[in-house]
RNA sequence: GGCGCGUUCGUCUAGCGGCCUAGGACGCUGCCCUCUCAAGGCAGAGAUCACGGGUUCAAAUCCCGUACGCGCCA
């Protein structure tokens, strides 16, 4: 065994990277780091109507954005490097004419004369007799003659591949074990379309044997196919690839992730705030495990104990709440600087940036464990940069008896204090609760609340310190001026 | 319709003939910690292993059917 291990994926860039497209880049990466392999992307866009531009930005900015490399393949969404450009199948069709044409020279494909119409009456005939609809190789035996009469009619015409009539074909699955499919079952598939283009089960075999591609790793909806490219394999003298064929992602409701259960494009994660690292690790988790039921893993973990054997053959669903739970996992263990560093988009956006006020590192530090989600963190510290503003709950904390008295004293109290620190100020106001005669909770939540405008929040003292006494006074005193 | 794939706690999964009175993780419930919310610690509920037949001394595990779901042919 001396082939190189060779990994692919290759989007058809019609819209934005999904989930699923996610989780089948990054099997396909990991496999090839396991294996100090190479991972290679391809662009499959020959589908010219639907391809944009703006897709492949997308795709590449998604897989940048997971942390995840390649080696060879595209740099935008013109350009491209590596040994086997182009790696747009656009820019590949010659490549794809010139195998074309040899296997029409050796018999192994067929020019097929059939119109949209008459096959689609094939297929109501069929259907109406009850036998599976497909393509019924009238034009496979055409001789000469027929062909340059049909034309001379002006006839157009798609080229079919000759599948065997007998035998089976057995498709080498790392997952699922050897599939056998009937021969006889399968029809001759249209390599090359009418409109003068090749299609996507040709482009397919000839990239991945000429990108020397070793392992296939792709989602279930091919496997169906999968035995007429490894007919087409053996009919231009080539040895298929391993192949792999990954379950499907479900939504919560058990039918395929889409739309309709939120977010779905790898871009709308991050912008939600999950961490590259989450998505990795939940994505690594779903539909793949190792016997010791490890969840966290680092990426050189995941590198190293990642294999095909661990992918499950029946679909997992979607599910949010681990993501979440996990992303809080990896915040926790992010340093603060990183952190605030990987939270500037969102306190951009919630105008928390340059603001008077402390140190954001101690405000999102004295949070820390608490936030779920990136997109948390400026909600969760903005009371130490913005006015306060009361929710409900806190307007009712405030307003209880005798807590407008509570404030005044405790802002008397505490502007003459110093210093204004964590501990000295718990010795302080439990001190002032004493001579108050109240109990410690008639004392912590009215400050809670005048303070933050919340009645949830980090640890009392150390908030207060940090907030610093003129901020804490002036806020005390602001809101038991608007009790009344 | 044909062919293919799948089916273990709500979810992700361990399990590859006896260690399973089916283990772990998320979530859930309760308790502890406590100035609130979290985090953390502890405890608990939760799966007749889709169903029905076999094979075997022994099956979640092997075989055959059935049902349901999904995919491809479109």
Not at 462 to 467: A, G, Q, R, T, Y
Request: aromatic share 10%.
């Amino acid at each position: 065994m001396t082939t190189k291990i060779r990994t692919r994926f290759a989007p058809s860039p019609t819209g934005f990277l999904h989930i699923g497209g996610a989780r089948t880049t990054l099997y396909n990466w990991l496999f090839a780091r396991r294996h100090k392999g190479d991972f290679v992307l391809r662009i499959e866009d020959t589908d010219e109507v639907r391809s944009t531009g703006d897709s492949v930005t997308a795709i590449l900015d998604s897989i940048k954005w997971l942390g995840l490399n390649w080696d060879e393949g595209p740099i935008d969404e013109k350009t491209d490097r590596g040994p086997h450009s182009p790696y747009y199948q656009m820019q590949r069709v010659p490549i794809y004419r010139k195998y074309l044409d040899q296997l029409v020279r050796e018999g192994k494909a067929y020019r097929c004369y059939c119109t949209k119409e008459e096959l689609d009456e094939m297929r109501r005939l069929a259907q109406l007799e009850k036998r599976p609809p497909r393509y019924d190789g009238r034009c496979r035996a055409l001789s000469d003659s027929q062909r340059s009469a049909l034309e001379g009619q002006g006839k157009t015409f798609s080229i079919r591949f000759k599948m065997p009539a007998d035998g089976a074909t057995i498709v080498e699955d790392a997952i699922r074990g050897n599939v056998s499919f009937e021969n006889k079952l399968q029809q001759d598939l249209v390599i090359w379309k009418t409109t003068d283009g090749p299609t996507y089960n040709f482009c397919c075999v000839i990239d991945d044997h000429l990108m020397e591609i070793s392992h296939v790793t792709r989602g279930d909806e091919h496997l169906s196919n999968t035995p007429s490219q490894v007919q087409i394999y053996y009919a231009l003298g080539w040895k298929p690839p391993i192949f792999a064929h990954l379950s499907m992602i479900l939504g919560p409701d058990g039918s395929k992730l889409s739309k309709r259960h939120g977010a779905t494009s790898v871009l709308e994660y991050r912008d939600q705030g999950y961490l590259p690292h989450t998505m990795r690790n939940y994505l690594a988790l779903l539909g793949w495990s190792n016997t010791e039921s490890q969840q966290l893993f680092t990426d050189e973990d995941l590198i190293a104990k990642f294999n095909l054997e661990g992918c499950q053959k029946s679909p997992a669903t979607f599910d949010t709440v681990k993501l979440q739970w996990m992303n809080g996992e990896y915040i926790r263990h992010t340093p603060i600087d990183e952190l605030i560093e990987l939270a500037k988009p969102f306190l951009q956006k919630a105008g928390l940036l340059g603001l008077p006020g402390p140190d954001l590192k101690r405000t999102v530090a004295l949070e820390h464990e608490k936030f779920k989600l990136l997109s948390e963190i400026p909600t969760l510290v903005e009371f130490f940069y913005k006015p306060v503003v009361l929710t409900p709950k806190a307007e009712k904390v405030l307003g209880g008896p005798g807590v407008k008295q509570v404030l005044l004293e405790l802002a008397e109290a505490l502007s003459a204090f110093a210093p204004f620190e964590d501990k000295a100020l718990e010795v302080r106001i439990r001190k002032f609760c004493e001579e108050k005669g109240l109990k410690a909770g008639q004392v912590f939540h009215p400050l809670r609340a005048a303070t933050t405008g919340r009645t949830e929040g980090p640890t009392l003292f150390l908030m207060l310190e940090i907030m610093g006494k003129e901020t804490v006074v002036s806020r005390l005193k602001e809101a038991a001026a608007k009790l009344d």
